[in-house]
């Protein structure tokens, strides 16, 4: 006898399943990693260098670098960046004479010289050629480790948004609406039904205003803002489960209704849930990414996908204009593939589908 596919397996087994679980695991693995596999390690990749601004995709140029000799640990580097070398200077060319080294710097329209005593230096120094991916913004800064340190931001909203809604408040108020009934239905609902009637941008952005603008300040706006549809569905999923035998069995044995709810409904309601979540997901990522976009999102210089389009608007007239459309291009990347994944994990879990 043939042993029944898992839930997971069945999911990369649907086609839009496994395009979506590939894009949903490359960005995590960006987000996961961060600045270990961005050129830029500082803090918030904001490593200005205003020679350099806007240069073309795979650009190579020279750096004269010195590193600060008070280096983060590890962990630290990885979850904040490293501290900014002291010298990180853009140059055409480099000679030294006895204890001097003599740098051209680079510049394109004119030649600008310096001079530096490597014995004043307080560690050593390295030239290095570095290439920039998708070249570097108007600051001079990589386009490709704003990318990819933007990720960790955007996965982070979402996660926040999903133990927000479904753990927190969507799954608590739907389970204790769809169980009582009665009034208490009808409070919980008028409740959802207000919230539900404000348009979410402008709910997240009053949210936002309240709290202040900042990293928790976001999450926790769009985590509450994202609940109503969780506690609409738990709600309609909990009154036809409460009819059910196991359930009525259940209360003529004199359990609880908090046992009841959490530990016979909320079980069965895993498929929904999980479909809940992924949906949760892409839906927050495309709010914050928003509200980066109008000013009400995560400050700078904080990389931020949606402020990066905002930052970088001005530039679709010329002939930059893909500092604009790449991070634009990446949270479409991202939201569909939540939204694939959302799709095929729906089909592997409905026992209807053949």
């Keep these: 006898m043939k042993k029944p596919l898992s839930t997971f397996r069945k999911t990369i087994q649907h086609p839009l399943g496994l395009i979506g679980f590939i894009l949903v695991s490359l960005f995590f693995i960006m987000g996961i990693l961060g600045n270990v596999i961005t050129p830029d390690k500082t803090s918030n990749t904001n490593l200005i260098n205003l020679p350099i601004a806007l240069l073309k995709p795979m650009s190579k140029v020279d750096f004269f670098r010195v590193e600060n000799p008070v280096q983060k640990s590890v962990f630290e580097a990885w979850l904040s960046g490293q501290n900014e070398p002291i010298y990180n200077t853009a140059i055409n060319s480099f000679s030294i004479k006895n204890d001097s080294i003599n740098l051209n710097l680079y510049y394109p329209e004119k030649t600008i010289t310096e001079k530096i005593s490597l014995s004043s230096l307080p560690s050593p120094y390295t030239i290095e050629t570095q290439t920039f991916l998708l070249g570097t913004d108007g600051f001079g800064r990589d386009v490709y480790s704003r990318i990819v340190l933007g990720s960790r931001v955007s996965l982070a909203v979402g996660l926040v948004a999903v133990l927000v809604s479904l753990f927190l408040i969507g799954s608590a108020l739907g389970l204790i609406a769809g169980y009582y009934r009665g009034k208490t239905d009808l409070v919980v609902s008028w409740f959802i039904n207000v919230i539900w009637s404000l348009p979410t941008m402008l709910l997240v952005a009053a949210i936002s205003f309240a709290l202040g603008k900042g990293f928790w ?3 926790i706006a769009i985590g509450i803002s994202s609940w109503v549809e969780v506690a609409r569905v738990v709600r309609g999923q909990v009154f036809s489960l409460r009819e059910k035998e196991f359930i009525q069995a259940a209360k003529i044995l004199g359990y609880s209704p908090f046992r009841i ?3 016979h409904l909320l079980p069965n309601l895993k498929s929904t849930l999980i479909v809940l979540a992924i949906s949760v997901f892409g839906s927050a990522i495309l709010l914050e990414s928003g509200l980066s976009f109008l000013g009400f999102g995560i ?20 002939d930059n204009a893909y500092l604009a459309i790449v991070p634009g291009f990446v949270i479409m990347l991202l939201v569909m593939g939540f939204n694939f994944l959302g799709i095929a994990l729906r089909d592997a879990l409905d026992i209807h589908l053949k």
């Design 261 to 263: 709810m959490f530990k």
């Design 299 to 318: 400050s700078p210089p904080a990389p931020s996908w949606g402020m990066m389009v905002k930052e970088n608007y001005p530039y679709i007239m010329w």
């Design 217 to 219: 300040q976001i999450f």
